[in-house]
Structure formats: structure tokens, C-alpha cells
């Protein structure tokens, strides 16, 4: 069973911060994916990265796929409290989303 | 709108009683998902359709739980004699089948979860 690990579990930080979160798997990705969740939602689709070493960039926040696709990183530049939220990575192979265990990131004003 | 809809969103109920949710995907979704996510983790897969198949059941879903698509639209989750840790939010997501270039399984639609506690 592939096991995603986030890190940090938990990020708190000021408003115009720079901050990276990281997702580790025990196993190559298919594909992967990254999600944000705001409290009483469901996740949103924010990228899907396929190719090792790909970087896309939505905004502020640019992602990045190891090349060996065993890892993904998540940067946001000058962090804004709308980015509040559980940010989550997730595995696309095997027909289903296997997702990793979040980070959680509060951005204060 | 147009977006996945679940019902109840949130349910209380004792333990030993039966609940059920419901999950309305996006209209021309074939597939359907169950989620459940306990707080401040990511979700864990449950169960999917492609549209009235039940194509794959987690180990976490024990006999107690039991999902239903019965003409491939919108999905019942059903849960008998609940339990304290049956408490979570359980997700449902659609999605139609995935392209190579959007990753094998596409881009998931959630709705917004049926919070269940169990007392």
C-alpha cells in the first residue's frame, strides 16, 4: 500500500510569508495531484503534475514534481489568509485517488 | 447548481442506530466516489462506481457499511449499527474517466460531506 506522507502537518504564518510543503510517497506516482480543502468543504483541484521534474505555477503558488516522482513540493509566495486551508496531495493511479495525510496551513492577517 | 450534492449534511444519531447519505454527482459523471475523512486528515478511499458497477471496495468498509448506484446516477451509503468511530465526514466525489494527460483517474468533484456523530 503506497503511504503518502505531507509535512509539516501544521504551518502557521503571517500574511506575506513565503512557505513549502512537502508530500513524500513510498512508491512512484502515477500522476499526482494536489488538492485545497477549506474547513466545511470538499477538496478542490488545484494541479495535476504527470512528468517528472515538471513545474506548473497557478499564481502564487508553483508546484513542482521530483524527478523521480516519488516527490512534489507546493511553494506559495507571499502568503495571503485566503490561502487558509488543508492542502493535500494525492496519487492518481489505480482508478481512485489515494490521498496523503495534509497540511494544514493557517495564514494570519 | 450543478456541483455534486450530498444530504444529510450533518446527522447525529446514537450509537447501534442505521444512517443513510445520499450523493447526487455531476449529471454526466460516470464515476462516483466514497469517501470518509476524520479531522485534520486526508480522505480515505472507501468505495467507487463506474456508473452502476461497484468496480472497488477499501478494507475499510466492513460489512456494516454498504453503497448502492442502482441506475448509475445518484449513490446511497448506508452504515448499520453505528459505531463511535464510524464518526467522520464522509465525501463523495464524481468524475468522468480519466485522459492520460489529466492523470489516470481526472480531476475528482466533491461535494461538501454528510458529517456523521455518533454518540
Known amino acids: 500500500t503506497q503511504l503518502l506522507e505531507q509535512s509539516p502537518q501544521f504551518l502557521s504564518i503571517q500574511e506575506g510569508e513565503n512557505l513549502t510543503v512537502y508530500c513524500n510517497s513510498s512508491?512512484?506516482?502515477?500522476?499526482l495531484q494536489w488538492y485545497r480543502q477549506e474547513p466545511g468543504e470538499g477538496p478542490v483541484l488545484l494541479v495535476t503534475v504527470v512528468t517528472g521534474g515538471e513545474v506548473k505555477k497557478l499564481k502564487r503558488l508553483t508546484f513542482q514534481f521530483g524527478d523521480a516522482r516519488k516527490d512534489s513540493s507546493l511553494h506559495i509566495t507571499a502568503a495571503q489568509p485566503g490561502d487558509t486551508g488543508l492542502y493535500l496531495c494525492?496519487?492518481?493511479?489505480?482508478?481512485?485517488?489515494?490521498f496523503g495525510t495534509g497540511t494544514r496551513l493557517l495564514v494570519s492577517p | 447548481d450543478t456541483g455534486v450534492s450530498q444530504d444529510p449534511r450533518h446527522k447525529i444519531t446514537k450509537r447501534g442506530q442505521n444512517v443513510t447519505f445520499r450523493c447526487d454527482p455531476i449529471?454526466?459523471?460516470?464515476?462516483l466516489y466514497w469517501y470518509r475523512q476524520t479531522l485534520g486528515q486526508g480522505p480515505e478511499f472507501l468505495t467507487y462506481?463506474?456508473?452502476?458497477?461497484?468496480?472497488?471496495k477499501s478494507r475499510l468498509l466492513s460489512d456494516r457499511f454498504s453503497a448502492e448506484r442502482p441506475k448509475g446516477s445518484f449513490s446511497t451509503l448506508e452504515i448499520q449499527r453505528t459505531e463511535q468511530g464510524d464518526s467522520a465526514m464522509y465525501l463523495c466525489a464524481s468524475s468522468l474517466r480519466g485522459t492520460e494527460s489529466q492523470g489516470h483517474t481526472g480531476e475528482l468533484f466533491f461535494g461538501e460531506g454528510s458529517r456523521l456523530t455518533v454518540l
Open positions: 449529471s454526466e459523471h460516470n464515476r
Open positions: 512508491s512512484v506516482f502515477s500522476s
Open positions: 462506481f463506474q456508473n452502476e458497477a461497484q468496480l472497488e
Open positions: 494525492a496519487n492518481t493511479g489505480f482508478q481512485k485517488l489515494v
